[in-house]
Nanobody
Framework: QVQLVESGGGLVQAGGSLRLSCAAS????????MGWFRQAPGKEREFVAA????????YYADSVKGRFTISRDNAKNTVYLQMNSLKPEDTAVYYC??????????????????????WGQGTQVTVSS
């Protein structure tokens, strides 16, 4: 019943911007933290950014800090990832994920994929040189 649907991926030149969207349904939004992860070919899935539905706290991987911004629109049940100053190394499939609030009382859990129960299908982001 829970669905996370990503959109907004595509091909962009280095230095450009993209905004990813994740539309959520079938869950109590205030009870879940939301995160973005990415996986490049030959690499393991890695944390990108996360946001707490209840408190508005945000978390970022060092590799994207200062370039990416995670936000939410509760009226639209949507989480966004604004990606600026994109680099070729940002090329990956980007996944939206939802984690139960009870698991996220330890802030470090935002950075790991294991606490997230629900995942979208992913959207491809390709950054050309």
């Amino acid at each position: 019943q829970v669905q996370l649907v990503e959109s907004g991926g595509g091909l962009v030149q280095a230095g450009g911007s993209l905004r990813l969207s994740c539309a959520a349904s079938g869950l109590t939004f205030s009870s879940f933290g939301m995160g973005w992860f990415r996986q490049a070919p030959g690499k393991e899935r890695e944390f990108v950014a996360a946001i707490s539905w209840g408190g508005g706290n945000t978390y970022y991987a060092d590799s994207v800090k200062g370039r990416f911004t995670i936000s939410r629109d509760n009226a639209k049940n949507t989480v966004y990832l604004q990606m600026n100053s994109l680099k070729p190394e940002d090329t990956a499939v980007y996944y939206c994920a939802a984690a139960p609030r009870v698991r996220m009382r330890t802030s470090g859990n935002y950075y790991r994929p294991e606490p997230y129960d629900y995942w979208g299908q992913g959207t491809q982001v390709t950054v050309s040189s």
